[in-house]
């Protein structure tokens, strides 16, 4: 079995980027740590915070996001982080080389239920000549992004990464090391299952609320096929089944918000995850427009998003061109 930081070289991956997702990497596996103690390290519960997109904090949320922000930030490689539960941008090293934002423990609703959440990463570089310190080094296309990935901390922590050359995943062992164990993983063209939260069906556009009547209609309808549903409450969770087994999850825009474009965050669940995602030879949509290539206006900014098996989700896009 092959360690991640031997698997990075031989790839002949940037050393200060290898080095990068190895301190990544000890923060995922404090928080993993943290994790399997659950009620015996008093960890669980909601604190009595709340963060800037207005959701209560678990103590994991806070805790995950500490040990995320001093680990990287002692690095001299990071100029700064973006993260979900800070209303702006952190900074260090002001020559460091990059820049990361994470969601730290994404699903964080699960916790005190014992499902999978995960911290979720995407690594950009700090703009040539840029010295001063601010939320918008951080405001670029998800084409930018030298490297994604999340750690899902489930039956098993799993690692699974891109650096722009496909995806692989690393499970964490015993020993506190990710050992390689799947390598160039791709996404199913097609696929039978798909996740959406079915409760907010009367807030989405006619487009998506026909798309998933026909998926419903099964084999009397017109994609003449039965399919299965999943909803985890936990991107990271979905993603991973879609890596390993093909699948569309969407979480659309919904008229409860009509302002916001969605749920989910751009820069840290959007962005990493789209990467991911087309890395695997699958599809990243917010329905009208591919997610890599939006241009973010700020560190919070929300996305509709719609992404998986490349023919379904090309599929769920052809609902959305269609006049209504
Ligand atoms: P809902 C978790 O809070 C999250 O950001 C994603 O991980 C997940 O897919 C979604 O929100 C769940 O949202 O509205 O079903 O609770």
Known sequence: ??????????????????????????????????????????????????????????????????????????NPLVRGVASEEEDHAVFGNPEGRFLVTFDPLDGSSNIDINVSVGTIFSVLEVPAGEHEDSDSLFLQPGTQQLAAGYVLYGPHAVLSLTTGDGVNMFTLAHTGDFLLTQEDVTVPETTA????????????????????????????????????????????????????????FTYPWDSRDPKKPGKLRLMYEGNPMSMLIEQAGG??????????????????????????????????????????
Request: net charge negative; proline share 2%; aromatic share 6%.
């Open 193 to 248: 299952e798909f996740a959406i939260n079915m409760s907010n069906q009367r807030f989405w556009e006619p487009a998506m609320r026909n798309y998933i009547d026909d998926l419903l209609a099964g084999t009397e309808g017109p994609r003449a096929q039965n399919y299965n549903m999943r909803w985890i409450a936990s991107m990271v969770a979905e993603v991973h089944r879609i890596l390993t087994r093909g699948g569309l």
């Open 283 to 324: 599809v990243s949509s917010t329905c009208y427009q591919r997610i890599m290539e939006i241009q973010p206006e700020h560190i919070h900014q929300r996305v509709s998003v719609a992404l998986g098996s490349r023919e379904e989700v090309k599929a769920l896009v052809e609902y959305h061109q269609k006049p209504e």
């Open 1 to 74: 079995m092959q360690l991640l930081s031997n698997f990075l070289k031989h790839k002949k991956i940037d050393t200060e980027l290898v080095e990068l997702i190895d301190t990544l990497m000890l923060a995922c596996k404090e928080i993993a740590l943290q994790l399997r103690e659950g009620e015996l390290a008093g960890v669980l519960g909601i604190s009595d915070n709340t963060n800037i997109q207005g959701e209560t904090q678990k103590k994991l949320d806070i805790i995950s996001n500490e040990i995320l922000k001093k680990v990287l930030l002692d």
